[in-house]
Every structure is written in C-alpha cells, then in structure tokens.
C-alpha cells in the first residue's frame, strides 16, 4: 500500500544541511500498523511531513520515491496531493492546537473537516435537505463521530470550545477530524505524549477500534518503545535521519539486531523484570548538520570497527523481513 | 533497621484561591478555590527514595513545593528531622532551605542563561556560607565531576549543552548545598530515553555517596518502578494508596492504582496485564467530587458511602495503606 524507498529530505540552515531524512525505506502493508520510534530529533515528524507533501522551505526533498497505492507521491501536483491528504490520508500532529483552531466551536471544525471531505449528507442524500435542516443533519454527522471517538455527551460539547476540553478530549476532537474523511493511511504523531497513562490508554484502544473497524492503516510515531510494542505489528526503528533497524515488533524487540536497538533496550527500566542498573549509551545524539555519510552511531557504539566508517551502509535482510543497516551484517 | 522519618507530613493542604475579574465580583456567585493539596498525611524516611505518581494536575508538583516551603501551607504541619518547619527560628530556618534543595523538570527553564556553569554554581555556595572565591572554585571543581561534567565546562553557559548535561548542571547546583532532602519534579521526563539511563543512574550513586532522601516526582510509571523504594499514588490532591515499590506493584489495592498500573504499555509480553479503561472524565482540583474523589470513574463502587464521605488512608500491617471503602474488610 504504501513504499517508500530512499527518501531524503534535508533542511537548508546557516548551520550546513541538516539531514532529517536520510535515505528512508519504509513499507506499509493494508491495514497494517508500523510504530516508528526513536530519540527527539531524529527526523520522525520530518518523515511524516514528507509522505504528506508538507515539507516547507526551508526544507527540501532531494531523493528517492514515496509509492502509495502505485503512485508516486513525489511526482505529484500539489492540487493533487492537497485532495490524496484530504481523502486517502489523514494525520494527528504532535501539537493538538496545530489541528484545534481555539476561536472556533470544536463541533464546527469538525464539520468543517466533513464539509471539505464533501462527506456530508449533501452528497450522499443528493441535496435532499436545505437551509436549517440541512445542517442539523449534518450536526447529527458530527454528534455521531464525537460518539465514535468517545467524546461523552456531543449535543452539549459540539458548542464548546478546545480550551473547555482537556487533553484527552482534545485528542479525540484531533482525531475525529482526522477520521472526517475516510483514509486509508493515518499518519499520527506522538498521538498521546502529553496525556496521562490511563487516557493513553483509551486513545490507543480508540485507534486500535479504528484500525479493526475500517482497515485504517497507520504509521504511529512514538519515543516510547513499550507502547510500540503493544500497539503495532512492526516497529521501524530511527537514529539520525536514518532507519536503522525494520522487522516484526516481535524481532525487533527480542532480537535486537543493531547495536543502537540493542542500547536503548538496555537503558530503558522495564516493570517485571529483575532490577539491575541501567546501562545508558554513552554520549549523546550527533548534530544532524555535520553528518559525513559514515554511520551516525559509530561515535557511541561499542561495537564499532573501521569497517563502520568505510563506505555507505545498506538495510541488510538478517531473515524473516528484518532489516538492519550496519556494518556488522554487510 | 528501624526507619526514622526526615519529613512527615500532617494534614497538610495547599489550596489556591482564584482570582476573579472585577466582572466576576460585581456578578457575585463563590470565589473557586483550587485543592491542589487536601489533606495529606505521610512519611519520608532517611535514605529512602519515595516515588510519587498520579495523572497531571493532581498536585504532585505542588506538594513538593509545600514541603520545600516554597509556598505555606494552607492548613497542617511539615516536621523536618523531627522539628516542626513553621516553629523554627530564622537561623535553623535558613539552614532547612539549604538541606532540602529540588531539581526541575524543565532543564531548559531552570537555569538562568545569563550565568556560566560557574556562576550558577558559585552563587549555590553562596548560599551554604562559602564565599571564599578560591575556596568556591576548588568546590565547583570537585563538583562538576560527580556529574558527569568537566572542567572544560565550567565558562559554558546553559544554552551551549544538552538537554542531559543541562540536568546535570540544575543536579550540581542542588548538590553544592550539601542537601540531605532533593525534591526530583520530573527530572528525565523532558530527556531522550538513552539520556534518561544516564541521569537516573547517577541521582542514584550520589544518593549513595552523600546519604540523600529523595522525593521522586514522575510520570513514567517504568522509572518510578526502577528508582523508588516506596510508591505514594496520588488523587485529585489526597494520597490514595502507599506501599513498598513491589507490592505496589504486585498487589495494588486501589482501584485508581489498579487502573494505572494496568495501562502502562509494557515491552515484555508476559508482563501484560488485562487493561481496565476507565470511564468518566477526569474532575477539576476546583470543584472536586463529594466523598471519594475517584467515586465518578470508579468501576468497584460501594454506593452512596463512597459518593458521601471521603475513605480515610488506611494501613495494614505491612504498611501497606489505601484509601478506598472497597479495599475495607
Ligand atoms: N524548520 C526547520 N529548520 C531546520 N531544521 C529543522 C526544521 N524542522 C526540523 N528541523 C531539524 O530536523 C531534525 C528532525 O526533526 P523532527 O521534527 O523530524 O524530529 P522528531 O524525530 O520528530 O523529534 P521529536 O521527537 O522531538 O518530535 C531535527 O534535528 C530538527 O532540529
Ligand atoms: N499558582 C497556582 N495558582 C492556582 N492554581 C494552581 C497554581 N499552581 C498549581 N495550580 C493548580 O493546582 C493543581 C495541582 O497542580 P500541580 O502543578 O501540583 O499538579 P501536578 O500533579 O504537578 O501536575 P503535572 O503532572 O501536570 O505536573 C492544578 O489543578 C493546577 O492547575
Ligand atoms: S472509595 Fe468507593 S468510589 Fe472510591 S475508589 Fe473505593 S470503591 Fe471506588
Ligand atoms: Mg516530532
Ligand atoms: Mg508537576
């Protein structure tokens, strides 16, 4: 459904070139949810924001091929990729005030989302209502979205505006915008960061409803590993611009392939298991304007070898559609 | 080993009353006071590291304030290694403010960006008396070691480091006081999980070398897992349930606990647990509920008992304490 390959998008800065995507390869099958996960910085949202066409100066795409349902996105019009991200695409960004417009109504917006989708009555009872009555029916559109993403009582919250919400409310308001118009690909960013574990939870299982009852395939951006472990079916892991490592959750999980998979797991505390001290990675993430094209992680692995600083990597298939680039498996 | 306690707590609240605009007033109607603590009862024991977890808002930060004297209290008494705080003479007053020192959430924020690592943390031994500039710079040096930083970092002003090395710095500057109490209000939520190990790791060997209590304030319910000796949960500005870590952990009692712990996402499979979601939304410190506080998303209601008065903290006999009229036998 969806295949990215070798996708680069760099941010022009007085700094130099910053590379925020670095020669990305990703695949997304129908219905299916891939978490990618990794540290702040590393390019996650800049990878969204690419599939979407959304990239703005100074950012730049300068490579590769976004294949969504057999088209290029790349090669497309923007009026065209204007009507794929309003129909076949959705997002949730990170910050839920970049979706929530504060002066307006919550309930207004999200009509507004249908009205542009055209996926209101209109359409579907060929104009049959006029005036008054043609927007209640389309009130009751709404109200019936708000039931579906949870939101308790929609006839009084319609009228209410996104600072009368909290975030978990916003949240669901974001994502029955997003659900407005019937995509088969959600892109959702950090979708529950700022909210607390036991609304976390409901907004996952609200996504997890989705993706069961509509197919809705999605790629879910998180820091957060254990949450990509519960929710997605395949986890791509990003270091600097770059995928490092690609598999089942299970795969990448348990059998950590690439040394920076392997740190991160060490160094996270994990509930259940034996309490041992942490083991951070060393050093800190690189300035992603003064890459030379060796690995990003040579300078904090212990298990780098000169081998690690010679020519260009390639995701290398160890098995089982589990992919890593490192020099250790080239 | 018999625990003395270096804080204790009683009754203690912190109520924040509103402000109202002059249009408010003129229309009457009640001034709203906020309950960001209300009443809580409670015991931090030398040596110890207390975690204290509970959704946002429900006066976690303010709690820790309260205890640092940051604020008075509205109402109860804070007894600092076995002295009553608001008794003490401005001497001994100033001496507690140099013993119990915190560290911030926000990295970013904490430090003044005008200052050098060096003024920063000269101004902190200030504080403890130590004015001697040589003297001051033979301390800082000895300092920015036992955080993981150099000397070549001493002229570096914050905004030429890290989120980590940042912590670092707000770290050395509470230690410089020679604390023997650290309030960490979300020390790692804002750092990047590999940095996070890092900062974790190193608050616990300083609290080995220098003896510290800590109150470790956070989110992430792994790091509190990892890091606390005890755990208090906290609700809409009252302690609902306190135990040691592992118990916690294995037996939570209370159904707010219960429902927390069984939504945190877990990365080992055998470590799932069936999810309680939970209904109802999430009340205001302003208006909260009447009786237990958790009574409108609760999914183990007695009935009118719990919508009328609140359950008291009780404990059994291994300390373990809950407030919750299901969890009486
Ligand atoms: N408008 C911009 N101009 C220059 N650099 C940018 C711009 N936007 C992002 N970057 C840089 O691009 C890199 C990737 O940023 P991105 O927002 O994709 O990170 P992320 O993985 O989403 O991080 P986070 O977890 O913090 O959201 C970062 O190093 C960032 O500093
Ligand atoms: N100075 C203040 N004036 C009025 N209300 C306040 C003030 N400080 C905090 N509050 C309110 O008191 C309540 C408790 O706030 P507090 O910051 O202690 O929560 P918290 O548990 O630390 O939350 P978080 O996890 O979001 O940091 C909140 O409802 C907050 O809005
Ligand atoms: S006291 Fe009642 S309402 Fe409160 S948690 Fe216990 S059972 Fe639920
Ligand atoms: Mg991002
Ligand atoms: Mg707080």
């Known amino acids: 459904m969806l295949a990215i390959e070798r996708l680069t998008m760099i941010y022009e800065t007085k700094r130099g070139r910053v590379k925020a995507v670095n020669k990305v390869d990703l695949s997304l099958g129908k219905g299916e949810i891939l978490g990618l996960v990794g540290e702040s910085g590393c390019g996650k949202s800049a990878t969204l924001l690419t599939i979407l066409g959304l990239v703005s100066y100074p950012g730049k795409v300068t490579g590769g091929r976004i294949i969504f349902r057999g088209e290029d996105l790349l090669q497309k019009t923007p009026a065209a990729l204007r009507k794929i991200r309003g129909k076949e695409i959705a997002m949730i960004f990170q910050d839920p005030m970049t979706t929530l417009n504060p002066v307006f109504k919550v309930g207004d917006q999200i009509r507004e989302s249908l009205q542009i989708h055209g996926l209101l009555n209109e359409q579907a009872e060929g104009g049959r209502f006029k005036g008054r009555k043609r927007k209640e029916s389309e009130m009751d559109r709404v109200y019936q979205l708000m039931r579906e993403v949870g939101i308790p009582s929609p006839e009084k919250r319609y009228f209410e505006y996104p600072f009368q919400f909290s975030g978990g409310m916003q949240q669901r308001a974001i994502i029955a915008i997003a659900l407005a118009c019937s995509a088969q690909l959600l892109l959702a960013d950090e979708p529950t960061t700022a909210l607390d574990v036991t609304i976390q939870a409901q907004i996952l299982e609200l996504l997890a409803k989705i993706n069961r009852e509509r197919e809705t395939a999605m790629i879910l951006v998180t820091h957060n590993l254990a949450m990509a472990a519960e929710f997605c079916q395949r986890i791509a892991v990003m270091y600097a611009g770059e995928i490092v490592e690609q598999g089942s959750t299970d795969e990448v999980l348990e059998k950590p392939q690439h040394p920076y998979t392997q740190g991160l797991l060490r160094s996270i505390p994990r509930i259940g298991k034996v309490k041992q001290k942490l083991e951070p990675i060393p050093g800190t993430v690189p300035d992603l304007a003064a890459l030379d094209g060796t690995c990003p992680f040579y300078p904090r692995c212990a298990q780098a070898r000169p081998a690690c600083l010679e020519d260009e990597r390639s995701l290398e298939d160890v098995g089982g559609g589990h992919w890593v680039k490192c020099a250790l498996y080239s | ?329």
């Open chain 2, 1 to 329: 080993m018999i625990k003395t306690p270096l804080i204790e707590l009683r009754g203690v609240k912190k109520h924040y009353v509103l402000k109202k605009s002059m249009l408010e007033k003129l229309a009457g109607g009640r001034e709203q006071v906020v309950k960001a603590v209300d009443g809580v009862d409670l015991q931090i024991f030398n040596g110890e590291t207390l975690g204290l977890v509970g959704e946002s808002g429900c006066g976690k930060s303010t709690l820790g304030r309260t205890i640092l004297q940051l604020h008075p209290p509205s109402a109860g008494e804070i007894i600092f290694d076995g002295k009553p705080i608001h008794g003490l003479k401005r001497e001994e007053r100033r001496d507690f403010c140099r013993q119990a020192q915190i560290i911030f959430q926000n990295p970013y924020s904490s430090l003044n960006p005008r200052k050098s690592v060096r003024q920063i943390l000269a101004l902190a031994l200030q504080a403890r008396g130590l004015s001697d500039p040589n003297v001051q710079e033979e301390e800082i040096r000895l300092l920015l070691p036992r955080v993981g930083l150099s000397e070549a970092h001493i002229d570096r002003y914050p905004h030429q480091f890290s989120g980590g090395q940042r912590q670092r710095i707000g770290i050395a500057r509470a230690l410089a006081l020679k604390p023997r109490f650290v309030v960490a209000d979300e020390p790692v939520s804002a750092l990047d999980v590999s940095v996070q190990a890092q900062i974790i790791n190193l608050l616990e060997e300083l609290q080995a070398e220098f003896e510290l209590t800590y109150l470790f304030v956070a989110h992430d319910l792994s790091v509190i897992h990892h890091i606390s000796d005890r755990v208090a949960v906290m609700y809409l500005g009252k302690i609902v349930e306190i135990a040691e870590t592992e118990k916690l952990f294995n037996d939570p009692r209370h159904p707010y606990t219960q429902a927390l712990l069984s939504a945190i996402p877990r990365v080992d499979k055998e470590a799932r647990r069936n999810r309680i979601l939970l209904t109802g939304t999430v009340p205001t410190p302003i208006d909260p509920p009447a009786g237990c506080a958790f009574h409108p998303r609760c999914f183990r209601r007695k009935g009118r008992v719990c919508e009328e008065q609140p359950p008291d903290l009780a404990y059994d006999s291994s300390q373990h304490g809950v407030a919750c009229y299901a969890c009486q036998s």
